[in-house]
């Protein structure tokens, strides 16, 4: 089982309404759209990383390649 941590959000009083006649689990919908920001963001500081310091030739492969056949 993953570890869990419990939280408190605020829903708008109507779309809990909404949720609640359509059966939506908040619990699980509010888990489900955090891990989507956190991979988005996540994924977000990657690409800038890789922009501020975009990848090169690398001579240290050269010496890699030279452990087997081509």
Same mark, same amino acid.
Not at 29 to 51: E, I, S
């Given at each position: *089982?993953?570890?869990? $941590? #419990? $939280?408190?959000? $605020?829903?708008? $009083?109507?779309? +809990?309404?909404? /949720? &609640? #006649?359509? =059966?939506?689990?908040?619990?699980?919908? +509010? &888990?489900? =759209?955090? #891990? /989507?920001?956190?991979?988005?963001? *996540?994924?977000?500081? !990657? &690409?800038?990383?890789?922009? &501020?310091? %975009?990848?090169?030739?690398?001579? =240290? @492969? !050269?010496?890699?390649?030279? @452990? =087997? %056949? %081509?």
């Amino acid at each position: *089982m993953v570890a869990s $941590t #419990r $939280t408190t959000f $605020t829903l708008d $009083t109507e779309t +809990a309404e909404i /949720a &609640r #006649r359509l =059966g939506v689990n908040v619990s699980a919908a +509010a &888990r489900d =759209g955090v #891990r /989507a920001a956190v991979l988005a963001a *996540m994924a977000k500081k !990657d &690409r800038a990383a890789y922009q &501020r310091h %975009p990848e090169g030739d690398d001579a =240290g @492969w !050269d010496a890699a390649e030279a @452990w =087997g %056949p %081509p």
